[in-house]
């Protein structure tokens, strides 16, 4: 039992430990260009991914959530999914609709990980505008390619992103069309509530 027990306090200090290098490794720098906090998550992403095939660990895929989503600015994603309902809610309501979605969107970010393997990765020149950037991304893999691009701003002295468009379809859209439809057919709560059952089942 005790060796049992030690294993597994060692697995969970050897996470630990790993989240906070990379957590440090992609915003210990402030003066990082959007450009250079994108390529930094990715090469982290490479770096877990390395020699798995698709049976991932349990592990990894918590080390992947850290990583893939230490860049999300996941508060203003939420305003923007929600669109014109976000005024509508309490403070409450809006700290609560932002944990929520953002633990589905963590969820989700681990479920297809092949979209992270790819076989060449060319990165843009950022269009930075003051406090606001776009870095895009094309991604190939089987002579195929996938664009995306990463809609950044600076928060304090932090890029953060806010949006991504996957070829051409933005992320928040996505997800306000959705929510939207939602809402019109029932209400806020009836949506919110479908989302807390969904994040039960995972």
């Given amino acids: 039992m005790k060796k049992i027990i030690h294993t597994t306090l060692s697995t969970v200090m050897c996470f630990l430990v790993f989240s906070v290098i990379f957590s440090n490794q992609i915003f210990a720098d402030s003066e990082k260009s959007p450009v250079e906090i994108i390529k930094a998550r990715n090469q982290a992403v490479d770096v877990i991914l390395k020699g798995t095939d698709d049976n991932v660990s349990a592990e990894r895929k918590e080390q992947l959530k850290v990583v893939i989503n230490g860049i999300l600015d996941f ?71 996938v664009e995306i691009v990463y809609k950044m701003h600076l928060v304090d002295t932090q890029w953060l992103v806010y949006d991504m468009d996957i070829d051409g379809v933005s992320t928040a859209r996505n997800y306000r069309d959705s929510f939207y439809k939602k809402i019109a057919k029932s209400s806020y709560k009836e949506m919110y509530d479908t989302l807390v059952r969904r994040l039960a089942e995972k």
């Fill in 75 to 145: 508060r203003e994603l939420s305003r923007r999914a929600l669109g014109k309902h976000w005024k509508d809610r309490s403070d409450q309501e809006k700290s609560d609709f932002v944990d929520v979605f953002s633990r589905l969107i963590k969820n989700s970010s681990v479920k297809k990980l092949e979209v992270y393997k790819v076989d060449r990765l060319v990165y843009e020149k950022p269009e930075i505008n003051g406090k606001k950037a776009k870095v895009t991304t094309i991604a190939y893999k089987d002579r195929k390619q």
